[in-house]
């Protein structure tokens, strides 16, 4: 299975269209329909279902969108990781803050020295 397939198929979900998705996406309409008619083949399931008003995920198909989203996720981990070396360190971040509390109050400043810091890190 490709990776590519299953971006394919999030954007569409998302777009709930296969021609916005793909000029979204920048590709052609009739390739993008081929990769669809792939991946259900590939899964033995219908995955989307066309209409006039749009596209929807079958049950099948939100199932495959949950997955297709993890695993993108970790495709796009993976390739920070390596990209990222003990000297530049690249990824994503995530702080949580109780509220109310003094942290709040003084996260700007070190947010801004991390920032400055490591500008390959997304927080």
């Known amino acids: ?5 299953l971006q394919y198929f999030v954007a569409i979900v998302d777009a709930e269209s296969i021609t916005r998705a793909a000029e979204i996406l920048l590709v052609a309409q009739p390739a993008l329909s081929q990769h669809m008619t792939a991946l259900e083949a590939e899964f033995r ?10 596209v929807y995920p079958t049950p099948a198909g939100q199932s495959v969108y949950r997955y297709a989203r993890a695993i993108l996720r970790l495709e796009e981990a993976a390739r920070n990781d390596i990209a990222s070396s003990a000297d530049n360190p690249a990824g994503q971040v ?3 803050l109780a509220p109310y509390s003094q942290f709040s109050y003084t996260i700007l400043p070190i947010l801004r020295m991390i920032r400055q810091r490591y500008p390959g890190i997304l927080i």
Do not use: F
């Not at 299975?1 to 397939?5: D, G, K, V």
């Not at 399931?45 to 749009?54: A, F, Q, T």
């Open 45 to 54: 399931e219908k995955l989307l279902v066309r209409s006039r008003k749009g």
């Open 94 to 96: 995530s702080i949580g």
């Open 1 to 5: 299975m490709e990776t590519r397939r």
